[in-house]
């Protein structure tokens, strides 16, 4: 693991009051979760992706560096609180909400048609050479065959099929890609990550590259992975998407943000997810 040197100086510039900054491993635990259908033992450490080689040797799943407790639930799915965004994701999935009686059932069967699609997004689509979120694909589904006006990028409803699409993949390894058609947009993204914002003036790197594995008052900050997204947020009481934690994370360097589904945090959400090829889509996780 290469040596991280700024942890005084994010500290200062976030203005917190420390007890002294204090470093902890990552947890030595193996994430296996029981499901109806027996064990899944989720790949939560990995060689670090090529492009990240000269930064870090390991990536690890934010899942690491919770308490016990918080890994505990999300080792079980009968404890998981967000799998009750899953269920009614499916709800959803069967009902019909189309404007003549459309369901996501009457297209595509059953959920798992849908398995694979979050370990590869953002993609670039190949009829439009757009950058897709998750979200984009739901709504082009949304708007053009059930004739609805799109859902809101972090309403309800779209974080309930977020929730039951990325279960489809839970296993799965993270894939995105970063070359080809994906690489403008790859680098527009790791451009913003490196780009200090706000009267902090606090790039994502300074806290997710910098500085995990310290901790800041009782936070354990991690690698900033977002395999696990959608993620059951114990502090919210409720499920958050990636571009929604993005958003928060901007907006904590006392900034103004960018909005969800922008262009910006599309091509950051890339760049984010791509820094964890390598790791298990774990969604839907538990995370503080």
Same mark, same amino acid.
């Given at each position: 693991?290469?040596?991280?040197?700024?942890?005084?100086?994010?500290?200062?510039?976030?203005?917190?009051?420390?007890?002294?900054?204090?470093?902890?491993?990552?947890?030595?635990?193996?994430?296996?979760?029981?499901?109806?259908? =027996?064990?899944?033992?989720? /790949?939560? *450490?990995?060689? @670090?992706? #090529?492009?990240?080689?000269?930064?870090?040797?390991? $990536? %690890?799943?934010?899942?690491?560096?919770?308490?016990?407790?918080?890994?505990?639930?999300?080792?079980?799915?009968?404890?998981?609180?967000?799998?009750?965004?899953?269920?009614?994701?499916?709800?959803?999935?069967?009902?019909?909400?189309?404007?003549?009686?459309?369901?996501?059932?009457?297209?595509?069967?059953?959920?798992?048609?849908?398995?694979?699609?979050?370990?590869?997004?953002?993609?670039?689509?190949?009829?439009?050479?757009?950058?897709?979120?998750?979200?984009?694909?739901?709504?082009?589904?949304?708007?053009?065959?059930?004739?609805?006006?799109?859902?809101?990028?972090?309403?309800?409803?779209?974080?309930?099929?977020?929730?039951?699409?990325?279960?489809?993949?839970? =296993?799965?390894?993270?894939? /995105?890609? *970063?070359?080809? @058609?994906? #690489?403008?947009?790859?680098?527009?993204?790791?451009? $913003? %990550?490196?780009?200090?914002?706000?009267?902090?003036?606090?790039?994502?790197?300074?806290?997710?590259?910098?500085?995990?594995?310290?901790?800041?008052?009782?936070?354990?900050?991690?690698?900033?992975?977002?395999?696990?997204?959608?993620?059951?947020?114990?502090?919210?009481?409720?499920?958050?998407?990636?571009?929604?934690?993005?958003?928060?994370?901007?907006?904590?360097?006392?900034?103004?943000?960018?909005?969800?589904?922008?262009?910006?945090?599309?091509?950051?959400?890339?760049?984010?997810?791509?820094?964890?090829?390598?790791?298990?889509?774990?969604?839907?996780?538990?995370?503080?």
């Amino acid at each position: 693991m290469k040596l991280r040197t700024s942890a005084l100086a994010t500290a200062t510039a976030l203005g917190l009051a420390l007890t002294g900054m204090a470093w902890a491993e990552p947890v030595e635990d193996t994430l296996t979760i029981e499901t109806d259908d =027996g064990q899944i033992t989720m /790949v939560t *450490t990995a060689p @670090a992706p #090529a492009h990240l080689s000269d930064v870090m040797d390991t $990536i %690890y799943s934010g899942w690491h560096f919770r308490d016990a407790e918080t890994r505990a639930m999300q080792m079980d799915d009968f404890d998981n609180p967000g799998m009750v965004f899953v269920d009614r994701g499916l709800d959803a999935w069967n009902a019909a909400l189309g404007k003549n009686g459309e369901s996501c059932a009457g297209c595509h069967q059953s959920p798992e048609s849908m398995a694979g699609l979050r370990a590869v997004v953002p993609r670039v689509d190949e009829k439009t050479g757009k950058l897709m979120l998750m979200e984009d694909y739901i709504n082009s589904c949304v708007t053009e065959r059930m004739g609805l006006e799109a859902w809101g990028m972090t309403s309800k409803s779209m974080k309930d099929m977020l929730a039951l699409i990325s279960f489809q993949s839970r =296993g799965m390894t993270v894939n /995105v890609a *970063t070359d080809g @058609a994906a #690489a403008p947009y790859w680098e527009k993204g790791r451009e $913003i %990550y490196y780009t200090r914002y706000g009267q902090l003036e606090l790039a994502c790197a300074n806290c997710h590259e910098d500085n995990y594995g310290n901790y800041i008052r009782s936070d354990h900050l991690s690698q900033g992975q977002i395999n696990g997204f959608p993620v059951y947020r114990l502090k919210n009481a409720g499920i958050l998407s990636a571009q929604q934690r993005l958003i928060g994370c901007v907006r904590d360097t006392r900034a103004e943000t960018f909005k969800a589904g922008s262009d910006e945090l599309k091509a950051l959400e890339l760049y984010v997810a791509s820094r964890g090829n390598g790791l298990s889509v774990e969604g839907v996780s538990v995370r503080n």
